[in-house]
């Protein structure tokens, strides 16, 4: 049976290490750790793309832009959400809303989150009303309160427009 409505959930980590750039929700944050990753490494939109491409049972991120390829090495993660949301567009889906929640120790990241949801909408073509963007410590407890790294989880809903 033909379904119009449909979520999907994502979740992703990346490793913190000194003296890289912070890249997160599409905003680069002035700190002095950033994450370790092929791509800018912006965590946030990977877990986001995950969802979107859980919801239309797309595979995963790993699955459409492989780490293994130079084309995507150092890329702007912003790219990526775009193709993901013209990946659902051919299939006839639009999205719905998207809510994630981010688990870092440091830095505080309130004063961006507003800017993260600009980024994110543009980059989808939504309106900003449609995303949401949670970010939480862990209380010191694990890898993120340790500073290690950060995870982030997202859920998506699509809808047959
Ligand atoms: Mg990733």
Same mark, same amino acid.
């Given at each position: 049976?033909?379904?119009?409505? =449909?979520?999907?959930?994502? $979740?992703?980590?990346?490793?913190?290490? /000194? +003296?890289?750039?912070? *890249?997160?929700?599409? *905003?680069?944050?002035?700190?002095?750790?950033?994450?370790?990753?092929?791509?800018? +490494?912006?965590?946030?939109?990977?877990?986001?793309?995950? @969802?979107?491409?859980?919801?239309?049972?797309?595979? &995963?991120?790993?699955?459409?832009?492989?780490?293994?390829?130079? &084309?995507?090495?150092?890329?702007?993660?912003?790219?990526?959400?775009?193709?993901?949301?013209?990946?659902? #567009? /051919? #299939? %006839? $889906? @639009? *999205?719905?809303?998207?809510?994630?929640?981010? #688990?870092?120790?440091?830095?505080?990241?309130?004063? $961006?989150? &507003?800017?993260?949801?600009? !980024?994110? @909408?543009? !980059?989808?073509?939504?309106?900003?009303?449609?995303?949401?963007?949670?970010?939480?410590?862990?209380? #010191?407890?694990?890898?993120? %309160?340790?500073?290690? %790294?950060?995870?982030?989880? @997202?859920? !998506?809903?699509? $809808? =047959?427009?």
């Amino acid at each position: 049976m033909e379904c119009n409505f =449909r979520i999907g959930h994502g $979740y992703d980590v990346h490793c913190l290490q /000194e +003296g890289l750039r912070l *890249v997160l929700g599409g *905003v680069e944050i002035p700190y002095d750790k950033g994450f370790v990753a092929h791509s800018d +490494g912006d965590v946030a939109i990977h877990a986001i793309c995950d @969802a979107l491409l859980g919801a239309a049972a797309l595979g &995963d991120i790993g699955l459409h832009f492989p780490d293994t390829s130079a &084309d995507f090495a150092g890329i702007d993660s912003r790219v990526l959400l775009r193709r993901v949301v013209s990946l659902l #567009r /051919e #299939r %006839g $889906y @639009a *999205v719905g809303n998207v809510d994630c929640t981010i #688990r870092m120790q440091r830095p505080k990241l309130r004063p $961006y989150i &507003d800017r993260m949801r600009q !980024a994110l @909408a543009e !980059a989808m073509e939504v309106e900003v009303e449609r995303v949401s963007v949670k970010a939480t410590t862990t209380e #010191r407890l694990g890898f993120e %309160g340790r500073e290690e %790294g950060a995870s982030v989880s @997202a859920v !998506a809903l699509i $809808y =047959r427009a």
